[in-house]
C-alpha cells in the first residue's frame, strides 16, 4: 500500500483508513472505490470485512515513517480524510507528531474537512491542502489561510465546474485534475475552467501540476472523451516546491 502512481509523491500512508461523502466531489470517490477492491483480498486484514464509511485508526501506522531512510514525499491518509468528524483530535495530534518527528519526509495533508484544520499547528515539513472541486467549495480556501502551518497547497480534482478568481496569495502549490472512472455519471471537465486556474497560478508564478484531463474531457463544447488529448496551448507542469 506505500507506493503509489499518484504522479507527485513518492508514497501514500495511511494511519486514518475510510471516510464519508462531504460535498459533491466525492461522488465518485477513488479511495472507496479502492477499499471495496482491497477488502475483497483475503490477506488484508486492514481492510478485510470494513466498509469504508467505517472509519479507523491503525496505530501501527504511526511507526512506518522512521523507516524510511531515504527523504520521501508522502501523501497522508489518501485513504480517508483525516480530518474527518470521528476521528479523535488526540488521534490527529499523534499522527501530525509523527510526521514532525521525521523532518527528512515532506508530508502533503489534504481535506474537504477544512473548517477542522484550524484546530491544529502544522511543523514545517507538512503541506497544508483543501481540496476544492467548484465554486460552492471556494470557502475551504478562506480556511485554509486560517491554519497555523508553513506551506498551503489547493487540489481542485475532481475539477466539475468553474471556481472563479481564486484568492491564492498564500499558496505555495496548486494541483488540478479531470474526474477519471468508467461509472456513466462521471463529471465532464472543461478546458476553460482549467485554463482559467492554469493562467490565475503564472500571474503570480505559483507552481502549478496538470495532473490529468479526465475520463470526459470537454474542449471548445466539445467532449473529447480522452485523457490522451493534448493541447498544446495548455501546458503544464512546474516543479513542486519540495
Ligand atoms: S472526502 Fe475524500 S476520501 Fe472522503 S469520501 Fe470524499 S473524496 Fe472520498
Known amino acids: 500500500m506505500a507506493k503509489t502512481n499518484i504522479p507527485y509523491v513518492d508514497?501514500?500512508?495511511?494511519?486514518?483508513?475510510?471516510?464519508?461523502?462531504?460535498?459533491?466531489?466525492?461522488?465518485?470517490?477513488?479511495?472507496?472505490?479502492m477499499h471495496n477492491r482491497i477488502a475483497a483480498v483475503p490477506n488484508q486484514?486492514?481492510?478485510?470485512?470494513?466498509?469504508?464509511?467505517?472509519?479507523?485508526?491503525?496505530?501501527?501506522?504511526?511507526?512506518e515513517p522512521a523507516?524510511?531512510?531515504?527523504?520521501?514525499?508522502?501523501?497522508?491518509?489518501?485513504?480517508?480524510?483525516?480530518?474527518?468528524?470521528?476521528?479523535?483530535c488526540d488521534t490527529i495530534e499523534q499522527i501530525i507528531a509523527t510526521m514532525k518527528g521525521t523532518p527528512r519526509h515532506t508530508f502533503l495533508v489534504l481535506t474537504k474537512r477544512a473548517i477542522n484544520l484550524?484546530?491544529?499547528?502544522?511543523?514545517d515539513n507538512v503541506m497544508v491542502g483543501v481540496s476544492?472541486?467548484?465554486?460552492?467549495?471556494?470557502?475551504?480556501l478562506d480556511a485554509l489561510y486560517d491554519v497555523?502551518?508553513?506551506?498551503?497547497?489547493?487540489?481542485?480534482?475532481?475539477?466539475?465546474?468553474?471556481?472563479?478568481p481564486i484568492n491564492?496569495?498564500?499558496?505555495?502549490?496548486?494541483?488540478?485534475?479531470g474526474e477519471n472512472g468508467r461509472n456513466k455519471n462521471i463529471r465532464e471537465c472543461r478546458a476553460q475552467w482549467i485554463e482559467?486556474?492554469?493562467?490565475q497560478c503564472k500571474a503570480l508564478c505559483i507552481p502549478y501540476f496538470f495532473k490529468q484531463y479526465g475520463t470526459r474531457f470537454v474542449i471548445d463544447g466539445v467532449n473529447t472523451g480522452s485523457a490522451a488529448f493534448h493541447r498544446k496551448d495548455m501546458p503544464v507542469v512546474d516543479n513542486p516546491p519540495f
Open 148 to 164: 497555523d502551518c508553513f506551506h498551503r497547497w489547493i487540489s481542485f480534482e475532481p475539477l466539475i465546474g468553474d471556481v472563479g
Open 132 to 140: 476544492i472541486e467548484n465554486k460552492d467549495n471556494m470557502h475551504r
Open 168 to 177: 491564492l496569495g498564500g499558496i505555495d502549490w496548486v494541483v488540478v485534475g
Open 196 to 199: 482559467d486556474i492554469y493562467l
Open 118 to 123: 484550524s484546530l491544529y499547528r502544522f511543523p
Open 67 to 88: 523507516k524510511w531512510r531515504t527523504p520521501q514525499t508522502v501523501l497522508t491518509c489518501s485513504m480517508g480524510d483525516m480530518f474527518h468528524e470521528s476521528v479523535p
Open 45 to 63: 486484514p486492514n481492510y478485510r470485512g470494513k466498509v469504508f464509511g467505517d472509519v479507523r485508526f491503525n496505530p501501527a501506522a504511526l511507526r
Open 11 to 33: 508514497r501514500v500512508w495511511n494511519p486514518i483508513v475510510g471516510c464519508t461523502p462531504a460535498s459533491a466531489g466525492c461522488a465518485n470517490c477513488y479511495a472507496a472505490a
